[in-house]
């Protein structure tokens, strides 16, 4: 199993919709949680963290929480083709370091 | 801040070449990480550093990578000798207490021929 799961894609998505990503992890004991996104040719860009069970909401993003299903998403609303990208889920701070390990990602296509 | 840097940008080499990469962290940060990204295989952890001590290698994948990092605003990584499944993109990140999410570099591309 590996440690952090995420379906590869691609997520087609009309623009104005919304867009939601999913992530599950392996280590309960995990303390932080991370969306990143990157473009084609790009590096990993930091859009969302999030560290208690819920919701947390920035802008069109909203992450959300539920540890005790291991289980992290991310929801983007009005869908624009500027977020086609692939979204990285990142998992960290088990075993009292900050070992970040990320999912292979989700690819998501927004079509006008 | 100018961000994580990473040098060269892009390295071509022959088989058997010593390749060595660069970063240097964002000021200020105590973890650092070095990732492999193929598309096969994704984003891997290769080893991190906490305060410039080695915390967790077990990603590094041969004995022919080897990773230092002697003082808080450098590191490297080492291929010796490179392999052409070495070709990937390597990125460096750093981090504040390792909780606030990691910042990556612009990558360095090898191409190993």
């Known amino acids: 199993q590996k440690e952090v799961e995420q379906n590869s894609g691609p997520l087609s998505v009309p623009e104005g919709a919304i867009a939601s990503l999913n992530c599950t992890y392996s280590?309960?004991?995990?303390?932080?949680f991370f969306w990143y996104r990157q473009y084609s040719g790009k590096s990993p860009e930091l859009i969302m963290s999030?560290?208690?069970?819920g919701d947390k909401e920035d802008g069109r993003f909203t992450a959300q929480l539920n540890k005790a299903s291991q289980y992290v998403s991310l929801l983007i609303r009005d869908s624009q083709p500027s977020d086609s990208a692939t979204y990285l889920c990142?998992?960290?701070?088990?075993?009292?370091?900050?070992?970040?390990?990320f999912g292979a990602g989700t690819r998501l296509a927004v079509h006008p | 801040d100018a961000g994580v840097i990473q040098s060269p940008r892009h390295e071509v080499t022959e088989m058997g070449q010593e390749v060595t990469l660069r970063c240097k962290p964002i000021?200020?940060?105590?973890?650092l990480f070095w990732y492999r990204q193929t598309m096969m295989r994704g984003l891997e952890l290769l080893i991190y550093?906490?305060?410039?001590?080695?915390?967790?290698d077990s990603g590094m994948p041969e004995d022919r990578f080897s990773a230092k990092m002697p003082n808080a605003s450098f590191s490297t990584l080492k291929i010796q000798p490179s392999e052409p499944r070495d070709s990937a993109v390597y990125f460096c990140?750093?981090?504040?207490?390792?909780?606030?999410?990691?910042?990556f570099g612009q990558g360095t591309r090898l191409t190993v021929v």
């Open positions: 550093f906490n305060n410039n001590v080695p915390i967790d």
């Open positions: 000021s200020g940060h105590d973890y």
């Open positions: 999030i560290y208690s069970n």
């Open positions: 990142a998992v960290g701070g088990s075993g009292g370091y900050n070992k970040l390990i």
């Open positions: 990140a750093s981090s504040f207490s390792g909780t606030n999410g990691a910042f």
């Open positions: 280590d309960r004991v995990s303390q932080s």
